[in-house]
């Protein structure tokens, strides 16, 4: 069984698996977190109050909870944590909804799951730039859609 190794920084509960076979881990939103009225489009980052250690050979990739991301339109950005990364880990977050959102009818508040880590195995590749490349398959140059399949 691996380790995944956390110090906090913040008031904010621990990273957890609701089930132990679970993929991700649950990150949520600090206790003094300053909610703030959310604009459609609006994109922000929540210091997530810890620092983690990725093991080498890892990275961490956040993920969305399903029902903040259903139930609430809050999504998480690209976010990938590569092992050497030693800072406070924070998450991206877009708010995909219609409506605007106050302090008073936020769903999200301090305290609340709001997205999940996932380890996964980094594969020590070497970056070659050749002018002879052998192409696998009939896609050729036609990019999105080009095998007919929509």
């Known amino acids: 069984m691996h380790e995944f ?3 906090k920084v913040r008031d904010v509960k621990s990273p957890q698996k609701g089930n132990q076979t679970d993929a ?9 977190y300053p909610w703030q009225t ?6 922000f980052l929540i210091p ?4 983690a250690e990725i093991p080498k050979g ?15 339109n809050f999504i998480v950005g690209a976010q990938v944590i590569d092992s050497g990364y030693s800072g406070e880990i924070h998450l991206g977050v877009h708010y995909v909804g219609r409506k605007y ?7 999200l508040v ?6 999940q880590l996932v380890l996964l195995p980094v594969p020590d590749i070497s970056i070659v730039e050749t002018s002879d490349l052998n192409h696998v398959g009939n896609r050729k140059d036609g990019g999105f859609g080009s095998t007919g399949n929509v």
Do not use: R
């Not at 959310?38 to 994109?43: L, T």
């Not at 997530?48 to 620092?51: A, C, D, F, L």
């Not at 301090?110 to 997205?115: R, T, Y």
């Open 101 to 107: 959102l106050t302090t008073m009818d936020s769903p």
């Open 110 to 115: 301090p305290g609340q799951k709001l997205c």
């Open 38 to 43: 959310v604009v459609p489009g609006d994109s």
């Open 48 to 51: 997530s109050g810890i620092i």
């Open 24 to 32: 991700g881990i649950d990150f949520f939103i600090p206790n003094d």
């Open 58 to 72: 890892w990275m961490g990739v956040f993920l969305n909870k399903s029902g903040v991301a259903s139930k609430h």
């Open 5 to 7: 190794k956390f110090k």
